[in-house]
Structures are given as C-alpha cells and as structure tokens.
C-alpha cells in the first residue's frame, strides 16, 4: 500500500512563490510516475505537472509551464512542486498522485492508483 501526504500549501500574493510537497511510504514500483493535479471550487480536476518515479522525465500543463517544477528527492522518497509567479487563478486544492501513467496519459486521473488528502493553495490578487 502507498501513501501520500501532502504539505506545503498556504496563501501567498500573486506573483508569489510556494514549494508543495508530497512524502511518499510504501512500495511505488519502479514503472510509477508522481503527478500533481488541482481543483478549485466548481471546476473539475486539472492536471499540472508528472514525473517519472526516476526523475528523467516531466510533463507539464501548458498553464504552468515556465512558472511550476516538478522535482523529486530519492532519498527522502520526496517529489516537489515549485511555483513561481502564482496568479490567482492557481487557486485550488492541490492533490499528489501516483501511477504508471506516462506521458501521453499524464492528463488521465484514471493512471493514477494512489492519493493524497490534497493542500489548500489560494493566491491573492
């Protein structure tokens, strides 16, 4: 069984910066990837960012390229999401996954076998 649990989020101003965090326990296979994904209040789930489980290779949503990265810490079983120039409509509940989801499937909550209890991220304008 895998765990996931989630901490980092908070409010910050927009244009402000944020590192989520995601500790994994557990058994993740060596085919696993990490993904991030978020929902605000209303809307559906979005996909944001995917690493492998090796740390070779991310996936991004168009939304957060060149602001978000994605990162992982191997011996602290760790993956990150840096956040850099947060605009308010980054506002949601972020949420850890993992899965064998690859890079043509990183959008797919259906990959994605494990999560975590989410974090509040609210930006402020």
């Known amino acids: 069984q895998v765990q996931l649990v989630e901490s980092g989020g908070g409010l910050v101003q927009a244009g402000g910066s944020l590192r989520l965090s995601c500790a994994a326990s557990?058994?993740?296979?060596?085919?696993?990837?990490m993904g991030w994904f978020r929902q605000a209040p209303g809307k559906d789930s979005d996909f944001v960012a995917r690493i492998t489980w090796d740390g070779a290779f991310t996936t991004y949503a168009d939304s957060v390229k060149g602001r978000f990265t994605i990162s992982r810490d191997s011996a602290k079983n760790t993956v990150y999401l840096q956040m850099n120039s947060l605009k308010p409509e980054d506002t949601a509940v972020y949420y850890c996954?993992?899965?064998?989801?690859?890079?043509?499937?990183?959008?797919?909550?259906?990959?994605?076998?494990?999560w975590g209890q989410g974090t509040q991220v609210t930006v402020s304008s």
């Open positions: 557990g058994r993740i296979g060596s085919a696993y990837s």
């Open positions: 996954a993992a899965g064998e989801a690859n890079h043509y499937t990183s959008y797919d909550r259906r990959r994605y076998d494990y």
